[in-house]
């Protein structure tokens, strides 16, 4: 993975400085690494090492996989599934929504949508045999998620209604260890695996809560970890040429103080998509803050949004180049393509864009994303480019470790928490208050 | 549709003030509509009441329809199909994502993306048996279009390689009349429907553009055209309290100048994510202009965004509530839902939110919506309120209008013009540049 911060048009001298502020934050990371353990608020650094919790999730694998295995309902939210759709999306997820071929299919319940829920209710009606074509995975680290607990309660009454008790064989919970829902699932005899209490849903990826149902999905998860494990090494580098995460963050950073409030993304696959919405939940919730960690308050925060190129160019592109310049851009593409197609030179439609003939479909896109680049770079639009070799689990890893790491920088360097959402209550109270008032 | 201004925060003696200015716009709007031809740049409000153009649809549908069509390869990007896309996913796309059974399925063809073209081709190679099953669809309204041209090859020798000459009768060309790109599908005796001249990519959904793919995927185009007219008559009302695009351009251009850079579309349904991508399109090309009418240097604009509730409440309400004040939400929602699922009162997990006992789907969701909305109103941020009756063609094609017509009440209110996108041509020129130096 390349990252290239040439154009994001922040001072060197201002972006040292800012490194060198740094320096102990980056000595006291690499403290929560070498020991290893789970107390940290850092601790989500320490999980593509954790053996153990690569035996647990195996073994368990072990017992509830199926060679016949169809569907997996992933019942979470937010961080309880943004990482395993972002990964899922962009191996599978993607190309499924074209050619439908992909076994097992994860089907995400997410929201109380009464669409989501009908559909999924017919698919257990009219497309499962038996109870090994399927797998339930709930998965809330508080155990008190509304729209997952709602979902799991009407998922596996339509799952025991048809099948019977042994649904329960086939229900995976995930939470906090000794959590009230931990201990409700097991009277029913639901297996579960637990989220470390340091670690929050948005940096939960390579915990529990990523690894079991990408394994169920036949995703190598050690290829995974391996990306993220390498990445997290990198990004704990004290020298600010070498340690990408740095380089990032401090340029969003500086970009905001000079009055870029926005993020894009603009990611140049459209199966990249679900990544995409994975780092809006990372950055919004890290960053967002009323107050700063002294308690004055300061709303802190940049909004990130996703475009996908080179769709979203015939969309945004107007607004991009032409509107306010407030956003600092991260295009997200990868190097190279062996699968590319080639627009025969001996064109069915001839007159029309005759320079196509003899290219690939990956040199149009390259041809677009460079011309892209230089208009940016002729209107003074700031952007920082991530180039990843290609798109893989070594390589999502990778790019997922090192945005977590970003975002610990622009906790630090914003002076917020980034490891906690305090205003969230602020909509679950009074959801709460009408739920109970009803 | 309701809708609700009344927490947009904006003093009501300025709005109106702003309607009052915009009296003699909305009377020059009802002279377009009056005329009823296409020549004014607001040309797109006569759509849907142009019986000709419906006839001229109905009778193409006819002669390409067949009973066991499967597939529609629909190669078009930005305002070419974000119509489509939103309409067809809010109805069928996004059950179909989840238990796959709708035919004819649509497949969009937008950009040169390897594995979107990979997918495609398989799909012919492995599920289509012969011509009847598919149809084509090009749309192009210049004709010029980089990744339409070279995705229409690459679709178009795929099926011609395995179904011979006759794949030309299963085509069909979308664009400007007498364009070149017309000329030459003519010569492949490929049929073509027409674009108005003065109707542009994003305000032609109810053009050949939407209307043709819509009606080969079953959807009654002529509830779509009756909300839309509907809707636009009540838009024409010189009747501030009557008229809500009137209403809702007024509230956003208002917040924007009171420092609200972004307008937030959180939508309180999944399958309408396409519809929040189509009007980001709407409002990024109408709105982001770097000169206003008389050529001054402006960079106007607001960033639109799309949430989807109650999805990224688990991603984006930290920031929104706890974040900087910089955004404009236009909260989407429906009234009703006859097909609401009940949470069992014998619970199979007890003991966790026992408040949900007995509740549907649609009243967990409405309590998080409403808490959603108090604790906007605690938090001091500002809210616009669309209710739709329900997610029909005739709902959405009202809710279209609407957005619409917003958009050219905006462009006067930001004194731009909402029908040109000047600024687009500056990555096109470099990416041609490139293409040609290759």
Sequence with gaps: MLVNITHARVEADEAAERAEELLPYIQSLKEVAEVADFEAPEASINLPSDLALREVVLALHLEVERPNLKYIFLIGIGGSNLGVKAIYDALFGYADSIKNVHAPK?????????????????????????IDEFLTITISKSGGTTETIA???????ALVRKFGEGVYERTVGITGEGSEYEKELKT?????LHIPKQVGGRYSVFSAVGLFPLLLAHIDIDELLSGALNMRNLCLDETFSENIALQSAIS??????????INTNFIFHPELESLGKWYRQLMAESVGKREDEKGNSICAGITPEVSIGSTDLHSMAQLYLGGPNDKITTFINTAGDQDSIIVNKERIINNIIPELGGRTNKDIMDSIYEGVKAAYSKGGRPFIEVLLEDISPYEIGAFMQFKMMEMMYLGRLFNVNPFNQPSVENYKTETKKILSEK
């Design 252 to 261: 969003i950073f500086l970009s905001n103080k000079n009055g870029k409030t």
């Design 151 to 157: 979902n799991t309660e009407i998922i596996l009454e």
């Design 188 to 192: 029913k005899g639901i297996r579960t």
């Design 106 to 130: 994860i089907i995400f319940v997410d929201t109380n949508s009464t669409l989501l829920l009908r559909s999924t209710l017919e698919l257990i009606d009219s497309s499962i045999e038996n």
